[in-house]
């Protein structure tokens, strides 16, 4: 008989049916209680055994962490805390776990510390596997958006050639040997002699590609991973980190904040509708660590009152002017507790951009219109030729979740740009050619996707909420 | 008003309503007949506009690859060809289009190999904007069937440390200079001092990681950019290209071949469920193309047709020792027309899997059971000690399509295929933990996307199929 999943089973109204059933041991009480879950739902199915009928060489082996088939009768459970369990009929051991070398074994809880050390175990837990669905429900959530609004996903190089965002260090790619390297005459490194016959890197953004899409096939969007190579030790950084950059022509900065909006909205909604246990498990999860924090330190809201208070409020939209003004006549300043000083021209700094979702406004924040020399060249320079159509959206607890804006398709304005920021236009000339040839006002912008399922699982380190994380002098497994 | 989609209207059943258009021009006839393409589908929009009422030098700009937009009315189409068009009340302008110095302007139909050249504006052509409308509900289909299956995606790392899969020849990722880079006391490089502290490359698969989450999620798959730093300069050959890879607890070989059959019909019948349009231009273009070819190399049936074959007949299933029968018994290598030689124990080379899937069977072929020599060390010993429980499939004008297994999932014989392939063990512990602790039996497949995508496309080389290709010496854009 072929495997029921034990979702299925715990869904199921019907009792009193036969199952083969195939997981893991989490616990086994009393000789008698299995608690046995296969990945498929944060809860567990319990299952009887007759113990005084079973081999008692197979009873020492039904240890946490052991695989086994069950086959069995699902009936009424009898005791508390469950509606149904399997009465076992037959218990086969498909693969021993012993409890003498199982790290997952430990009596105390394991720390996420520690379960960072062993991620390739830490599936096995009922924290990371609610994570880790709830990371799939999000990622394909994203993808129904744009299917549904017709967006064509475009995977964007990897491997580029290209260094033109300038939005941080990258990773060289290789395949000349660091003994006695190829060279030109002149003794510099002969990138004519590497794989792709001239220097490459890993891709820190898809979006330069992403618009030559969008300028043919109207609307696009990436999803896939990219790279910075910044020494950055920090529980919101990855070396290596999953973005969905989505990219539309004749999109104005405002149907870029519509669409941003709907879009954060939309995958929230679709977590709660479809992964509510694993959030009532991480909801539970934050409250008990935030037990260890001051009083003052813990989260107002439980993460479930949270995302629907997301979907339930208008993100707030204010201008980076407006933002400064704010900060400016805000408590934190007039009493010098902020570290970084305030002026306009200047980047926000994280404590300004907590400042203004967390204690100012309470909900995300749409800051738009950004002084044109801390944004990218290719940004829409506005009227007032100091600020650019740019936009960043700042969420409770994370900070910066999304950076976008108004692409510049006036040609002279962008090589004036280019210019000022010595971006050499002969390489970029595929990028200029989108605006040489048919150009057209667009937008767009970029979530940090390991960002985005931070702020719905509630956990606190991004390293836990991607599976096997890239950071300074770690790549393990 | 907001824009309405081309598709959109061509979809709408009713006329005479007001419209806001955007889009590019595709040619302009007469001074009247505009066909503009916004990229949401195949088919162009016909616009008509009043010439005697529209400023002249607006009609000179209005040229291939200009950016309009048309305020006006849809009306039923007096002209052949089309059932609506728009009667144009407003022309804008957004962007310009010197036919003088457009590639796409060209008199004679530009060449897959020039438009590869120029590959950033090939989107724009009839043939790329179809090939990349139907990559994307490709893409969208794989994501779909896992969800409906109850799989996690999961992202496993494309830096990666571990090179055991052995799969061929890596790209480097680094941060150390060429130029007098760190070295031990024994001059040896130190790549201690490198960013990840270690050695690190760009993964060729993610399934070891897969099976990992599978171990304990239950059904897990993969579908990220891999890599391969092969000299490899074919048409079925990329250095970079996107893998789809189950992996699932509790499968074995039977269940996988099922699910790797099922998977791609799903697939397919998605795409000719919702890219018919698109389909049918490809279909006409493959028509064309081998209008040029000698009449026994054309294909014997069109590509819709070839699609619909696929779904409606069942793969063909034989073992290795039964190719190898079926080969030996076959006239091309009794009339020695096969380059490679045919004996059990070698792999099977293009001409032999061709020979089967084109010729023999004509339809797609899962060979299984493959000698344990010309496997990986991770696939399951069968009982007769020489094959391993391996699944290849194969389809027709593309080759091998999947490439799959049962894993070995019994400590003591991963164990010693690992020594006798000399993989080192201890790098690879996280690995031989997931046979230590509750191992199980498990099953799971890599899909090359872009053979996928040249399959379902009739496109002939794989460089047509993916955005920006990398090959040896081409990293452009």
New interface residues.
């Given amino acids: 008989m072929s495997?029921t999943?034990i979702?299925a089973i715990l869904l199921n109204e019907q009792t009193d049916y036969a199952v083969t059933i195939?997981?893991?041991?989490r616990s086994f009480r009393n000789n008698q209680f299995i608690a046995i879950n296969?990945?498929?739902t944060i809860n567990n199915l319990q299952v009887v055994i007759d113990f005084e009928h079973t081999d008692e060489s197979l009873l020492k082996q039904i240890t946490t962490?052991?695989?086994l088939q069950v086959d069995g009768t699902v009936v009424a459970s009898l005791g508390k805390g469950q509606r149904v369990e399997v009465k076992a009929e037959k218990v086969t051991l498909?693969?021993?776990?012993?409890p003498e070398?199982?790290p997952l074994q430990l009596k105390n809880k394991p720390s996420l510390e520690y379960l960072r050390e062993i991620a390739?175990?830490r599936?096995?837990t009922n924290t990371f596997?609610a994570v880790?669905?709830l990371?799939?429900s999000l990622?394909?959530a994203i993808?129904k958006f744009y299917?549904e609004k017709?967006?064509?996903?475009?995977?964007?190089?990897?491997?580029?050639?290209?260094d033109a965002e300038g939005a941080g260090?990258m990773?060289?790619?290789?395949?000349?040997p660091?003994?006695n390297?190829p060279r030109t005459e002149d003794g510099q490194?002969d990138y004519k002699e590497d794989?792709?016959?001239?220097a490459?890197n890993?891709t820190v953004s898809g979006q330069l590609?992403g618009e030559?899409?969008a300028?043919?096939?109207?609307?696009i969007y990436t999803f896939?991973?990219t790279?910075r190579?910044e020494?950055s030790n920090t529980a919101r950084h990855l070396?290596?980190f999953?973005m969905v950059e989505p990219e539309v022509?004749?999109f104005d900065l405002k149907d870029n904040m519509d669409l941003a909006e709907e879009f954060i909205q939309y995958v929230i909604r679709y977590a709660l509708d479809n992964n509510r246990d694993d959030l009532e498990f991480l909801a539970q999860r934050l409250v008990e660590e935030e037990k260890s924090k001051p009083a003052a330190e813990r989260s107002e809201m439980g993460l479930i009152e949270k995302l629907e208070f997301v979907l339930n409020n208008k993100f707030e939209r204010i201008t980076y002017t407006e933002a400064i003004d704010i900060l400016l006549q805000s408590k934190p300043y007039k009493k010098k507790q902020f570290q970084y000083d305030i002026q306009w021209g200047t980047d926000l700094q994280s404590e300004h951009e907590r400042f203004l979702v967390e204690k100012h406004f309470k909900k995300p924040v749409i800051v738009t219109d950004y002084p044109k020399d801390i944004k990218s060249f290719y940004m829409r320079l506005n009227d007032d030729g100091k600020t650019v159509a740019a936009m960043d959206i700042l969420a409770p607890g994370i900070g910066e979740i999304v950076g976008g804006s108004q692409r510049e398709?006036r040609m002279d304005k962008l090589v004036q740009r280019m210019e000022e920021m010595h971006i050499p236009q002969e390489e970029m000339y595929?990028?200029l050619?989108?605006?040489?040839?048919?150009?057209?006002?667009h937008a767009g912008f970029g979530l940090g996707f390991e960002r985005m399922v931070l702020f719905v699982s509630g956990m606190s380190n991004i390293r836990d909420v991607?599976?096997?994380p890239?950071t300074?002098?770690?790549?393990?497994?």
């Fill in positions: 495997r999943k979702k195939k997981g893991w041991v296969d990945g498929s962490g052991a695989s498909l693969g021993e776990c012993n070398e199982y390739h175990l599936f096995r596997s880790f669905r990371r799939h990622a394909f993808h299917n017709g967006f064509v996903y475009l995977h964007t190089p990897v491997i580029t050639a290209s260090e990773f060289k790619v290789t395949t000349l660091f003994d390297p490194i794989f792709f016959g001239r490459t890993l590609e030559l899409g300028m043919a096939l109207g609307e896939g991973p790279f190579a020494n070396a290596e999953w022509a004749f398709e595929w990028y050619d989108s605006r040489r040839f048919g150009s057209a006002p991607i599976p096997f890239r300074p002098k770690n790549a393990d497994f």
